[in-house]
């Protein structure tokens, strides 16, 4: 069990440039959560995946941002056209099936310029 | 639709002193309720949950909390704080388990030798 990792651990890019996390879950998890979470807030809920369904998606989730996860085991977030107010750490947990533990990575934080 | 309220941002104990970190919930169905620490610059570890059953639950470190219904209540406590247990603490609802979080602002506890 390596645990939930993330990658890359910070970005920092220009106002107006599509950025892409990735996340790998722990081995056999089948749901995949994103978070984001602000300076002095706790995280928020983004999108989530059972497999490779994206199961529900967050009001906060606009259109810039895209979610995969194309084989129910690695995925993907997108954000395209990036804004200052992107600037946030971006956080992925998984869990198995039927419990209720989710399972966190260390998060990538971007920085938008 | 579900909530979290976490009474104080930032809570200072001397080291051996209580430790009392605060949580209210809102839910609309019986909650999943769960209590996370994060150190700086790393993600999210689960201290303790609860699910059903014994409304007293230990967790990791010494830290346990009581579910009280009636006060909509998950309460964190640890008898003796020691200067390791310095860190940001959230306390979080799912309504079913195994569906998203839903996170407080979280409290940062300081730890005074």
């Known amino acids: 069990d390596t645990g939930v990792s993330q990658d890359p651990r910070h970005k920092i890019t220009k106002r107006g440039q599509n950025v892409t996390f990735r996340c790998d879950p722990i081995s056999e998890h089948n749901r995949l959560y994103w978070y984001r979470q602000t300076l002095g807030q706790g995280p928020e809920f983004l999108t989530y995946f059972q497999n490779e369904a994206q199961l529900e998606k967050s009001r906060l989730l606009s259109d810039r941002f895209s979610a995969e996860r194309p084989k129910g085991s690695f995925s993907t977030l997108e954000i395209q056209r990036t804004e200052q107010g992107d600037s946030a750490m971006y956080l992925c947990?998984?869990?198995?099936?039927?419990?209720?533990?989710?399972?966190f990575g260390p998060g990538t934080r971007l920085l938008v310029l | 639709a579900q909530s979290v309220t976490q009474l104080g941002s930032h809570v200072s104990v001397s080291e051996g002193a209580l430790v009392l970190l605060r949580c209210n919930y809102s839910?609309?169905?019986?909650?999943?309720l769960f209590w996370y620490v994060q150190y700086p610059n790393q993600g999210l570890q689960l201290l303790l949950k609860y699910t059903t059953g014994a409304t007293l639950v230990k967790g990791i470190n010494g830290f346990e909390a009581e579910f009280k219904k009636s006060e909509t209540s998950f309460h964190l406590t640890k008898p003796s704080a020691h200067m390791s247990d310095a860190a940001e603490y959230f306390c979080?609802?799912?309504?079913?388990?195994?569906?998203?979080?839903?996170f407080g602002t979280g409290t940062r506890l300081t730890i005074i030798p």
């Open positions: 839910s609309s169905v019986p909650p999943y």
């Open positions: 947990a998984s869990s198995p099936e039927g419990q209720e533990t989710q399972y």
């Open positions: 979080a609802v799912s309504p079913f388990g195994n569906e998203k979080l839903t």
